[in-house]
Nanobody
Framework: QVQLVESGGGLVQAGGSLRLSCVAS????????MGWYRQAPGKQRELVAT???????RYADAVKGRFTIFKDNAVNTMYLQMNSLKPEDTAVYYC??????????????WGQGTQVTVSS
């Protein structure tokens, strides 16, 4: 079992910055992909950024050049540094851990979400 807890969301003006944190606990397998997803009202949850256990990263086109995903394995924490925020970034942001190998096969764990609101 894995638990993920996000924090760092809030209200910020357009052009501002926020840093989201996700603390993972439990039985975390070495081979995994972690990521940030977001969901705005009336829209499907979408990928923001991912990072593998080898620290290979991918970003959605909408956030490239503005957001950075990174992690500190020593404290089991993943971060999303969000700069140059735009109103369209407003959403609930979710932390995700994908286990490539799990007792149930490939398996995804999710955090509770943290609200990010960007005002114009």
């Amino acid at each position: 079992q894995v638990q993920l807890v996000e924090s760092g969301g809030g209200l910020v003006q357009a052009g501002g910055s926020l840093r989201l944190s996700c603390v993972a606990s439990g039985s975390i397998f070495s081979i995994n992909v972690m990521g940030w997803y977001r969901q705005a009202p009336g829209k499907q949850r979408e990928l923001v950024a991912t990072i593998t256990n080898t620290r290979f990263t991918r970003y959605a086109d909408a956030v490239k050049g503005r957001f950075t995903i990174f992690k500190d394995n020593a404290v089991n924490t993943m971060y999303l540094q969000m700069n140059s925020l735009k109103p369209e970034d407003t959403a609930v942001y979710y932390c995700n851990l994908h286990h490539v190998y799990d007792s149930r096969g490939p398996y995804d764990y999710w955090g509770q979400g943290t609200q990010v609101t960007v005002s114009s």
